[in-house]
């Protein structure tokens, strides 16, 4: 079955001697000469070719096969080694663009826009031509692929398992205000970066039923019959570590049809009907659900989520097999699973099943192997978001997933029977299953129960989880939590999207702070030198003028460098507040208005962000912001003083040229509600400075820059809470007159471009004491804080100083310690170079 599609290879001895070539040049000569075989010999270009799209491609292929070699040399060191491995499980990896991090990782950008100048071409202009790899939605999916790089800088033997949605995150478009989704076809021009592997190929199941049969040995056990198979075809993406000669893998499952599935139907007359069949089975991997921190029953995710999962499990399996036979002793020893949320968690009553009906396990050494291997990570506190899914559809769907998830329910709850006695209650809320018309299966519980690690992403957010959400299950297992505050990789987040500061850090400093970013404190000293602080104002500038071309050209608004860059980006949610940030560029056009601008800083205002396509709020909010934007930018009392415009389309592509080019950081939700963040952590690396609450990593962000380099304002997690039962935002309306004239202007309809009564349901959010977001509570404060940061900005060497100060205090917000402490407390894998090749790179250790 594994090489159905596949011919078996005949040759005169056991290993064929295919791979053995000398490794590549790394120079510009070499570079050059590979480029211009693979455009005029591999693509059949010529002289008259006018598009940029084959020589990116034959940049792409020149630059892949130099990963290529690497990648086979990583593989062999795990292989020969026996290593200790973990497989990060995710529906999500917004990875973004590939070409500029793999010459940046393999060091070759130099020699590469050399080669390319050389013929007359331009770099930049062929790396503006790939397309965003964007499967994910947001923080979770980025986190994902920030990991990913970590892991090889680190050389950890770490593979990412997702899917190849053939739509990603979709474009957005705005249209008189308002967001209009467009389809990402992200796949239409080819994708260099993926390899096909029919040859790893697995059949997932759906559907049918299960039941009990006698084995050849007279031993009762169940198996899952009348189900029909999809085809998981798996393509590899190759990651590559920070120029330490590792490539790890991260495998994407691609859905297809099984040819029998098509015959049977043909062979019962009914061509149409078997075509059908095929999109049905091919639908699968067909789109990314496009829901931010929110879910939605959909059939068709629950089917997405367990491909992956049995998917990956099986490819993990089969590897095992292969070196191990049946014998599963020494799996646990061998291999650890990160969840990224409740989405993949089918794989807790997956793995029971591949090991005990596939391998002839028994559930106790099936659930031992289980819960040795299994870490769970939360990425939210909201509720709304923790996944549950009917029953009914678990039956219908996968009915032998059922009757696990079942068995762990009864012996788990017989667990907390007999460490709580009589507890009726307890049960019921620990229950796997929660009871009601529709009875739902728990997802975070099955990943709870099923798993030795369970974590949360910042600190106050692990601290919640075992104080609220979670409550029940750490009085039980307080061994089993921990806290993992999230990351981002400088590699990407820094050196790649910044080479003006990099190159101005690397004369400071040393250039090796890409993999010691703890080195980055050095650069704190400097902020005491104006000639120091002169250069740091000239890259910010420049970086800001690059951020201003960016707006006009998309926006077409004029953003002033000069002037404050006050950015809020990220997907637009009511926790994350661009309501809040609306309300105080509203306050501010009406002190224009009113002619309070004595001692004015001049403001330019970015707000951008994906709303999800049936979230009605969000989306009205971003019309408002259009709205504000077009009478603020068209009344000729704001020139010089205020800006503001929505950016379409936030992805990564456009963080990069965002972050560099920012001053001040809008990190606005209602404490408490954002797990981490990690939008904060890319902007104080860049040397922008915060705005924020104290929620998620903002606290720990604030802990290491101090809080004289940081906007604090608002409640407490602490005080919102206590705020519940006796909120009264009509009172704090009335009581403040800025606020009060800030909804007055809303009510008046200055905003609603002539269709009155659009922003009702906004102005009604902000004044229902049952705002969960508590808009009202904190704009007073927000407001302060705002006039601080203005403050603080007009005095521009207070304000470079507070620059350097953010950027030099990053350094724990990399993945690389994030991910060092997944490996010291959950994963334990050994770094493994790669098996040395000839070109002297390989076999270096990692630096950090
Ligand atoms: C970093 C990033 C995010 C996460 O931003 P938050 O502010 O942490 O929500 C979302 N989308 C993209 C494209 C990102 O690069």
Redesign the pocket.
């Known amino acids: 079955m594994e090489h159905s599609r596949l011919k078996p290879l005949r040759a005169s001895v056991p290993v064929p001697r295919l791979t053995e070539l000398p490794p590549l040049g790394m120079d510009e000569r070499a570079i050059a000469d590979d480029f211009r075989r693979y455009f005029s010999h591999t693509l059949g270009r010529d002289k008259h070719c006018r598009s940029t799209h084959y020589p990116f491609q034959a940049l792409a292929l020149a630059v892949r096969d130099r990963l290529m070699e690497r990648w086979k040399n990583s593989r062999y060191a795990c292989e020969e080694g026996n290593c200790r491995r973990a497989h990060y499980l995710s529906l999500e990896f ?1 990875m973004g663009r590939s070409l500029g991090n793999a010459m940046l990782n393999l060091g070759i950008a130099g020699p590469t826009a050399r080669a390319l100048k050389d013929l007359g071409l331009l770099l930049e202009e062929l790396a503006g031509t790939e397309h965003d790899a964007g499967l994910g939605n ?2 979770l999916g ?1 986190l994902a692929a920030c990991f990913l790089d970590s892991c090889a800088t680190l050389q950890l033997p770490v593979t990412g398992y997702g899917i190849r949605y053939e739509y990603g995150m979709f474009r957005q478009l705005i249209d008189s205000g308002e967001q209009v989704e467009e389809p990402d076809h992200w796949l239409r021009d080819g994708h260099p970066w993926e390899l096909e592997r029919p040859e790893y190929t697995r059949r997932v199941r759906f559907g049918g039923r299960s039941e009990s049969y006698q084995d050849e040995h007279g031993r009762w056990r169940m198996r899952w019959v009348d189900a029909h198979a999809v085809l998981a075809v798996p393509y590899d993406i190759p990651v590559p570590g920070y120029r330490n000669g590792t490539v790890n893998t991260l495998r994407l499952w691609s859905a297809a049809a099984t040819d029998e599935f098509d015959l049977d139907e043909f062979n019962a007359g009914s061509y149409p009907e078997s075509v059908a069949a095929k999109n049905a089975a091919e639908n699968i991997t067909m789109v990314l659900y496009p829901n931010d921190a929110s879910e939605n029953g959909k059939e068709l995710r629950l089917r997405q989520q367990y491909f992956l999962a049995s998917a990956s499990l099986q490819d993990v399996l089969r590897y095992w097999v292969r070196f191990h036979g049946e014998d599963f002793r020494g799996f646990a020893d061998k291999n650890c699973f990160q969840l990224n949320d409740t989405h993949p968690s089918c794989a807790v009553p997956e793995l029971m099943r591949l090991l005990m009906d596939e391998h002839g396990l028994e559930w106790d050494a099936a659930w031992a192997i289980t819960t040795r291997t299994m870490a769970y990570t939360n990425h939210t506190l909201l509720p709304e978001a923790l996944e549950k899914w009917p029953v009914r559809l678990f039956r219908q769907e996968l009915p032998r997933l059922l009757d696990i998830i079942f068995e762990i329910n009864a012996r788990f709850l017989e667990q907390v029977a007999a460490r709580w006695p009589g507890d009726g209650a307890r049960i019921r809320r620990m229950s796997l299953i929660e009871e009601g018309d529709e009875p739902m299966v728990r997802m975070a519980y099955l990943a709870i129960v099923g798993s030795f690690s369970v974590n949360g992403v910042a600190e106050l957010h692990s601290r919640l989880l075992e104080q609220g959400l979670f409550r029940d299950f750490f009085e039980l297992w307080p061994e089993k939590f921990n806290n993992k505050t999230n990351g ?1 990789t400088p590699r990407r987040w820094l050196a790649g999207c910044n080479p003006r500061l990099a190159r101005l850090v690397d004369e400071t400093i040393g250039n090796d702070w890409p993999t010691r970013m703890e080195r980055l404190r050095e650069l704190a000293p400097h902020a005491d030198s104006a000639s120091f602080r002169e250069r740091w104002h000239t890259v910010k500038q420049r970086n800001k003028a690059r951020l201003a071309r960016l707006v006009e050209r998309e926006c077409g608004v004029r953003f002033d460098r000069e002037a404050l860059f006050d950015v809020q ?3 637009i949610h009511e926790y ?1 507040r661009q309501l809040l940030n609306v309300l105080h560029v509203i306050h501010l056009y009406d002190r224009i208005r009113r002619g309070d601008t004595a001692g004015w800083t001049p403001r330019c205002v970015l707000i951008g962000g994906k709303a999800a396509p049936g979230y009605f709020m969000a989306k009205r909010i971003i019309r408002l912001v259009n709205n504000v934007a077009a009478v603020i930018n068209a009344d000729p009392a704001t020139e010089g003083l205020l800006r503001v415009a929505f950016l379409p389309n ?3 592509t ?2 990069e040229v965002i972050c560099p080019g920012t001053d001040l950081s809008e ?1 606005i939700s209602t404490a408490g509600k954002e797990a ?5 952590m ?1 902007f104080m690396m860049n040397g922008a400075v915060t705005i924020g609450t104290l929620d998620g990593a903002n606290i720990e962000i604030r802990a290491e820059v101090g809080d004289e380099n940081f906007f604090l304002f608002g409640l407490t997690a602490g005080e919102v809470q206590a705020l519940r039962g006796d909120y009264d935002p009509q009172g704090i309306i009335a009581g403040d007159e800025r606020l009060r004239r800030v909804m007055e202007l809303l009510v008046g309809g200055t905003f609603d471009g002539g269709e009155p009564g659009l922003f009702e349901p906004v102005i009604q959010s902000i004044a229902s004491p049952h705002d969960p977001w508590v808009v009202a509570a904190d704009f007073g404060s927000y407001v302060e804080a705002q006039r601080r940061a203005a403050e603080a900005y007009r005095d521009r060497e207070r304000w470079v100083r507070m620059s350097i100060l953010n950027s030099a205090c990053s350094g724990r917000f990399s993945t690389d310690r994030t991910i060092a402490e997944y490996n010291a407390d959950i994963w334990r894998l050994e770094p493994v170079p790669p098996l040395p090749a000839a070109d002297g790179e390989s076999g270096a250790r990692p630096r950090a």
């Open positions: 917004l947001g923080g980025r981002v980006v990220k997907r994350k936030y992805r990564v456009a963080m990190q981490s963040g990690t939008g904060n890319k």
